[in-house]
């Protein structure tokens, strides 16, 4: 199995978080989505006002996907109405979540 972790930054940011992180070379990997079109494509785009007004362009949702033979079994989305970019709460977008999914 391999754990993909992917944010709406560029390639270059997204190496230097996994050296900093000390996953190179294990199942883990860092990929950017510079663009968003990952992100789009699962709809999970974090545009609330709230949170843009902070971070002042699109980012992503938080969330974990269980991803098996290229089909999606589960989508953990962390937000609410209060929280929309589900820092309060993250609790079923973090591996205790996933180890129940599997």
């Not at 190496?15 to 883990?28: M, N, P, R, S």
């Not at 950017?32 to 006002?49: C, K, N």
């Not at 971070?55 to 999606?72: A, T, V």
Request: proline share 5%.
């Amino acid at each position: 199995s391999d754990v993909l972790v992917y944010c709406v930054n560029d390639g270059a940011v997204m190496l230097g978080w996994a050296k900093d992180q000390g996953v190179e070379g294990t199942i883990v990997s860092l990929l950017g989505d510079p663009r968003s079109e990952v992100t789009r494509a699962l709809g999970v785009v974090l545009d609330h006002p709230g949170p843009m007004s902070v971070l002042g362009n699109y980012r992503c949702k938080r969330f974990s996907m269980l991803i098996d033979d290229g089909i999606i079994k589960t989508i953990n989305v962390a937000h609410s109405e209060s929280d929309p970019a589900g820092d309060a709460d993250p609790s079923c977008s973090l591996v205790e979540k996933m180890l129940e999914d599997l």
